[in-house]
């Protein structure tokens, strides 16, 4: 799988699994610990349309801002040209390390938590996002986790389908199936993955 640069204003399909197939969350504090994580590195510099996190593998389905926003918002850049693809790799790096020394410290473990660096997958057409969010919504199900989707707590599935306080880009995704009913109805449908098989690597996993 080629690595590419992350670029500005790119959707991504972004997943990586343990090292070795290992669990990467032990427990449910582990979930949400991760997540707080993505929330102070990743979450103000993408808007994030979905995710799902499974007992050794994680995908998220989100689009790097754009360089001028980032640099509206952090306001920290002594040097426009250090706000580059390096930095944002930069970003998901110091966060993926962050979690995987919270996890060799608790667990006593060491080395390296995740296969490799995270994997990213630019999504290039616009018929893909909402195949990709489905796909991301059934990993649970796929994987035998629980027997319907929708019970799994770690995904943004709820999330996208209610009314509460989301970090999520909850409209823009919405409205890439129409509507709340759209979004329900997709998902209900949809069950053949073979369309986006090159956003997940030949691998569905």
């Known amino acids: 799988m080629t690595q590419s640069l992350l670029q500005f204003g790119i959707v991504y399909h972004i997943y990586n699994r343990g090292n070795n197939g290992e669990n990467i969350f032990v427990e449910k504090r ?8 993505y929330g ?4 103000p510099i993408v808007d994030t349309f979905a995710y799902c996190l499974l007992k050794n593998h ?3 389905s989100l689009r790097i801002k754009e360089r001028s926003s980032i640099m509206d918002e952090h306001g920290s850049f002594k040097e426009p040209c250090s706000l580059n693809s390096d930095w944002l790799s930069q970003q998901f790096a110091t966060f993926f390390g962050t979690y995987t ?3 060799n410290n608790v667990y006593a473990r060491t080395g390296t938590l995740f296969e490799g660096r995270f994997k ?11 195949y990709l969010i489905a796909y991301i919504h059934q990993n649970p199900q796929r994987h035998g986790f629980v027997d319907d989707y929708r019970d799994w707590p770690y995904s943004s599935y709820r999330a996208l389908c209610g009314r509460g306080t989301t970090r999520l880009a909850r409209d ?8 709340v009913k759209g979004f329900l109805d997709f998902h209900d ?4 993955f073979q369309a986006i098989e090159v956003l997940v690597g030949g691998d569905f996993f």
């Open 30 to 37: 582990n979930y949400n610990y991760f997540l707080n994580l």
């Open 40 to 43: 102070k590195y990743i979450a």
């Open 58 to 60: 994680f995908h998220f």
């Open 101 to 103: 020394k919270a996890i």
């Open 120 to 130: 990213r997958i630019p999504v290039t057409e616009d018929g893909y996002f909402c």
């Open 172 to 179: 823009e995704a919405l409205s890439w199936f129409g509507g």
């Open 189 to 192: 449908s949809v069950s053949d």
